[in-house]
């Protein structure tokens, strides 16, 4: 007995003693940095790229590792895991992060400000689309830069189209055209009698419809949330009817049970390939995981909406953790993102739009060699980037993820007939209210930001009512921003 | 002084083996919990006080606690959390009819375990070939068949070894795992359920079609006959053990609205209204406690007014879900026909608002099953002296009566230990199987009071509110806990 | 287990027996039946993961090996032993410590302490989680090893039944021991 506890004992602290030996920082000569991103393959050829980058610029080598320990794929508000090793002080050096998740992390003080250094190091966000600038700035301050940028559009499969049917979605079409095409496709595929196997659309983004609308999540300087407004009900009504009376598109957890794979989406791929899905609404990267399933004939149109035209623009965002011990290294990182190597590789994968806009209208980009049926789509991508591409909407009141719950929470309770649509807006926008309440209250470091913006938005409030125009500092809502600018409500403008 | 001096020595010795224990205990236990309860009464936000803001922490007094019981999610999630459950006795009752049914294989070993590995292995290596070769759908049968041989013989070689092995697998799979396992099952889509169940409903559905009056009078009226047995059961069991003075005022009443409840639900169901439907159920159990306590009691009064209540309780946790499903079955019945117009779709199990609590009761039915509770069995029914058994044969005892008089009451100290740790777990659980499978949804059906700490804590960093509920919890776990060895330890081992 | 002959009455004949293994065959294929779908799928493409069907058309058993590729799963394994390998080292060591002081020896306060251990059984792990996580952060432990190789949640259960077994083992005195705990103090004071 005394003898295997002995044993046992040697032999685990030899094995301790081994795996603390083999840990990279313990066997790389050059510092080891930490990226918390998916380990897939073109994340791997990224970091050659930077390797070589590196030694191009006759920079030190630089062991940068792809850490997706701490990625939980799937869950809406990001991983709990990165924001709970961040605050330790146990964070990646990079760490990606999007437009929602930028916000909850520089709040809890684990970005670092790059604001300075990216004027010096030529990674400023005047290289990015103008239009996503205001996902990497809080505050005038900014905080990363971004791996890749692009729209969420509509994809669709020519030849389940063809096969119905049904002729090509006009180019800025609208909820009603949505809606009889979906209605033609769902009445085609799933004969009465049969349990249904096809839907028209994989997803629809509720953000996008509400601002077809001309609304937004917030009010203009987001101290108010608005999802009880009319419009909102307006378009919880047709989610409901889309899903539930005309069955165009799965539920959330239908689709979630379609996209059975823990790690991703890779069914609903599959499923569009094969016809039971008509249309993805997803980003470009989609193009990469449809390359895999065969050589379809793509096309791209950009979200149905009701008047407004717009798509949900997004970067996917590298930013630095303030407790990095390598500050200069991750640097060179964001850097290298502006390069050409780089945005072209970008640019070719098709893994969304490279950061830097020219690149999107290079060649590389446009005529991908062996992808002949990606090139239209391409354009549509790029072109729909900078033409309606609006940014993420967050109020720095409310942790987007809370309030992403809360709206979410109440639709999927909508739609199982729990509640109304009168009553779900109503209980979403008053359970957001509340958050914003009770955490401008908890924080002190909010109180005068926000009583400079309810004053600001009593002024807004009393110009919109009187009919005048309004100064476009004063509205700090990327959308409702666009949204003024289409309508002429804002004032003159200098020319830029 | 020398008594004294002893006493001492010894506490140092006692204490000198107890000490690393103890340091762990302390660092990791005691003083997590004085920190826990502190935290609970501040506003501590992972978003605001952490290693890069040092704001500084505010007592807040109760205000935590205030905010709870206006909390909806709170009280929802405690509602979920109870629900899930009510398939705790299920559990306990599979993994006892397992231990049972174990104890019953001969052990006897006929064959070494050479023999057996060989044979599993040629099993496997056919099965596999055949796959290799591509069988088309009767492959699956082929598999079956493949498995089944191969179980049955290495149970019949091992002397029900491999049986035990094989219901003890999920347990030592990772939960996460298997509830990965589970989701794919579960998938309306492309998940092998559904995919079996298609197929039976809509044989149904034809069924349906071609005799409606078969469901819409006949499966009412068989499962109120069947409802009707149970309940008559039921009654003149409750007023033999209330004359047998074997039952208090409470266990009767426990009984009664064991049987009230269905009712009520049935008629609120039937679309009465909820006055009616509790008028009705509350009427009809207050007669038959009327009725009853009229009754004489030869053998005089019962030991006290709670006597019997653990044996009603667990008896109600049983024929309570009976008599819903058979209520259910009321209930449908006439409501088929029209369902069947459309064709009977099989549920979206962790889709839907109403199936997706009971799909992840059955996951864990299946995990607890042949879990550490059907070891515990399985040793507690090894310590039953043989003699007893014996002598229930000289007295001619029938299978039901040496269960219920010498198994049962043997079993009562490891059911009631397995009960309360069940208790204790129901009541903190249902986290990692709704993470994995629902992430709380649909509509919030599936988030668990130890989800929402969770989703508190970690997803939106407000730990102080996190901790408030994590202690609203351990109050709740410790009342119950309370209770049960007030009542349930007694009266189980009776 | 022990041997338990006494719960049945008479040896099952063979027919019967038989029939006992056949039942049991079917309740273990319940348990083994999703295990089964598990390694049947896992040979499948990733086109036919959306399809019931039971058989890959091709079983592709290169999936297997692109699981190291895709994770550094060697790396994680490992990290598994040695963890799970020192808490089960450390909690042996330490609970086998405890019991027999527990069990054994005669001292004052001990079954005060002892209860005050039972009673943790019944505190949630996540009244501790969050100031765990807390403390790991203050001592720096948080993403190391050493963070890892702390109590776990079963260590008063493992304690618990190492010590009641210790009792059991102690005999007559034993009954006296148990019966003046609130376990089952009512029904013995009867």
Redesign the interface.
Known sequence: MKRI?LI??G??TL??GL??W?LPEQRSGAPVLYWATQ?DANKRETVALFQGWLARQGLPPVDLRID?AGLEA??P?GS?KV???G????GGDLIDVSTYQLE?YQ????LMDLTDDAHRGGFSTDMIYPALRGDLVLDGRQYGFPRQSGVDMCWYNRATFERYRLPDPSPHWTWDEFEELGRRFVAATNP????Q?SYFIDRVWPPVLRRGLGLSTYNETGTRCTLDDPRAIEVLKRIYRWTIDERLMP????Q???A???TGQ??AF??F??GRFAMLYEGLWASMELR??GDLRLGAVEPFTAGFRNALAGNGTVAIY??TRHRAQAEQFLQFLTSKPYNLFVARIGDSLPPVPAYARSEAYFHPAGQRNEWEARKVFSDATREIGIGGTTSPFV?P??AF?IDN?NI??M????ISPEEAARTTARRINDEIARRVR????LQPLYAERKKIQEQIDARRAAGRPVPAAWISDPFLLAYYRAQGWLEKEAAP | MKPRERTLRRWFTGMAFLLPNLLGFCAFTLVPLALSFAMAFT?W????H????H?PL?FTGLENFIRLLGDPQFWRDLGNTFYLMLGLPFAMAGSLGAALLLTRVSRRRTAVLPALAATTLVLIASGLGLLWGGMAESGVWFLFGMLAASVLLAGVLTGGTVYRTLFYLPSFTSGVATY?LW??L??????PINFGL?PVLDRLTSLVRTSPDAFTYGLPVICAGLAAAVVGWQVRRLRSRWSGSESGLAAMVTGALTLGIPLGLLLSWQGFSMIVAVGVAASGAAVLIVTTLRRPRPWGRARSADAGLGTEFALAMLSLPLLLVLAAGIHVGPALPALAV??I?PP?W????AWAKPALMMVSLWAAIGSNNMILYLAGLGSISPELYEAADMDGASAGQRFWHITWPQLAPVTFFIGVMGIINGMQGGFEVARTM??G????ATTTLSYYI??EG????RLGYASAIAWVLFALVFAFSLLNFRFGNRDLSD | MTETKGISSKPPGPARGLGLHGLMTLLSLGMVVPFAWMVLTSLKS??E??DPAWLPKQALWGNYPEVFS??PFL?FM??S??IA??VT?LQV?TSALAAFSFARLQWPGRDRVFFLYLGTMMLPGLVMLIPN?QL??RF?L??S?LGLVRRPPSMPLARFCCGSSCWASRGPSTRRRRSTGPVSGRSSGR
């Open positions: 506890f046992f004992l032999g685990l094995a301790a795996l603390y083999t380990n997706n799937g869950s508000g709990p924001l709970v090793q605050v330790a002080g146990m909850m709040d809890a003080g684990m009465p009698g049969t349990r196997r539920t959330q957890q239908e979630q049970a379609l059975s794979d823990a890779n069914s599959a499923l390939a094969t895999r399933l303030a407790g942790l993820i809370l719950r929470e999927e309770a739609l199982t007939g729990l908890q924080d002190p470091k | 506003d936000d992972i978003m605001r952490n290693q890069f803001r704001e505010h990965v989701k794919k579960y998938n309306p889509h492309s998940g298609a459309s064709g779709e979206d962790l889709g839907s608002y629902t992430a949804g649909p509509a919030g969770f989703s970690f997803e939106t960093g | 990733l086109a993961v959306g895709v994770i790396r490992a990290n032993v040695v390998g020192w080292l060591f996580f790991m952060v720096g948080v993403d090893y």
